[in-house]
């Protein structure tokens, strides 16, 4: 019965053992506790006074080495945005159009170390690099441009001017018709082609059965289409009244 109680209740049987750990882990890192501060410290004692300075001189001797670290750190940051700094000065005193818009950015750092003479000297040679117009020669090049543009066309009107003139030409066949079997068809040719115009040129001909011992003249011309119509032609030929009875256009093609 008691056994059975005493399972159940909340008794710290294995204190000691861990009471013997704590003291071997604070004697292990300030050393080992001489008998007379034992004795004074007793059992559950282990966190007096003197463990608690030991504790708090061993962090911060931790702290210290932390924060000496953090400094390495801090200047190796302070030395990279340093060049970066000067990198980009530089870059902007390359550009002009850059270093006009872009607005300079200041940066306050305790430890920045000072530019070396040679980046100084180099930032004066991009000033003195910035003062040439390197673009002063495009009012130039475009003055050539429409000079050798001006020259050109000239020369393609010249050229066009001495290419004759596309003249536009047509080759017509005519059909002239004469009002019996007895007109005289080698006079009428002759009438016909004496019709002489400014632009007009006869070709060839041969007489085609009609009919009844009837023969039309058929006769190829030639003419510019400026200059002489199909209608003009027709009343030319029909001023011939006593051979000619009518003129047909028989073919009409462009030359």
């Known amino acids: 019965m008691a056994t059975n109680f005493l399972m159940h209740e909340k008794i710290w049987f294995d204190k000691f053992k861990y009471d013997d750990a704590e003291r071997k882990f604070y004697e292990q890192m300030n050393g080992p506790v001489t008998g007379s501060s034992r004795q004074s410290s007793g059992p559950g004692a282990s966190s007096g006074p003197s463990g608690d300075h030991s504790e708090l001189v061993t962090r911060i001797a931790s702290l210290e080495v932390e924060n000496q670290s953090l400094r390495g750190v801090v200047q190796d940051l302070q030395q990279a945005i340093a060049k970066l700094e000067a990198r980009l000065s530089v870059l902007e005193k390359s550009s002009p159009a850059h270093r006009a818009t872009a607005p300079q950015t200041q940066h306050v750092s305790p430890m ?24 002063g020669s495009d009012e130039e090049d475009d003055k050539e441009a429409v000079r050798l543009r001006e020259e050109r066309l ?14 536009a030409k047509s080759s017509i066949l005519l059909d002239v018709k004469p009002w ?12 016909v ?27 190829q011309c030639v003419v510019e289409d400026d200059k002489v119509g199909t209608d003009l032609l027709e009343e030319e030929i029909t001023k011939f009244e006593e051979h000619v009875q009518s003129v047909d256009i028989a073919a009409f093609n462009k030359i």
Request: proline letters at 5%; a negative charge; charged letters at 35%.
């Open 180 to 191: 019996d079997d007895e007109t005289d068809m080698a006079q009428l040719e002759a009438c």
């Open 154 to 167: 000239r020369q393609y009107a010249e050229k066009k001017a001495k290419k004759p003139a596309l003249v």
């Open 193 to 219: 082609r004496s019709v002489q115009l400014d632009g007009l040129t006869w070709g060839g001909s041969k007489l085609v059965p009609v009919g009844y011992g009837i023969r039309k003249l058929q006769i």
């Open 112 to 135: 920045r170390q000072a530019e070396p003479p040679t980046r100084k000297a180099a930032a004066a040679e991009d000033d003195e690099d910035d003062d040439i117009d390197l673009f």
